[in-house]
Nanobody, 124 residues
Framework: QVQLVESGGASVQAGGSLRLSCAAS????????MAWFRQAPGKEREGVAV???????TYADSVKGRFTLSQDNAKNTLYLQMNSLTPEDTATYYC??????????????????WGQGTQVTVSS
């Protein structure tokens, strides 16, 4: 069983950058599908990006070209580099993992393990 702890959330101005971290313990991160979700106030949680076992990444259209996933296996940590932030990126960001997908990486129900979330606020 893996435990996930996010960090790196902060308040930034539009156009700025942040790097979120998801530190895993209890198991090896690279054996899981690892994803970032976010939830803005009053909205449903949505998938942001996912990294497959083996390292290839997929991004939601809303963040494609601005956000980048990376993974440090030595630190057992997943990163989400977020550039050109806009107020629409304001949300609580969650790290999630699963051994394997059944249907779609965008579905919350696919993931067995979740972190507690980290807040990102982007002001205009």
């Amino acid at each position: 069983q893996v435990q996930l702890v996010e960090s790196g959330g902060a308040s930034v101005q539009a156009g700025g950058s942040l790097r979120l971290s998801c530190a895993a313990s209890g198991d090896t991160l690279s054996t899981y599908w690892m994803a970032w979700f976010r939830q803005a106030p009053g909205k449903e949680r949505e998938g942001v990006a996912v990294m497959q076992r083996g390292g290839s990444a997929t991004y939601a259209d809303s963040v494609k070209g601005r956000f980048t996933l990376s993974q440090d296996n030595a630190k057992n940590t997943l990163y989400l580099q977020m550039n050109s932030l806009t107020p629409e990126d304001t949300a609580t960001y969650y790290c999630a993992s699963t051994r394997g997908l059944r249907w779609s990486w965008l579905q919350e129900s696919e993931y067995n393990y979740w972190g507690q979330g980290t807040q990102v606020t982007v002001s205009s």
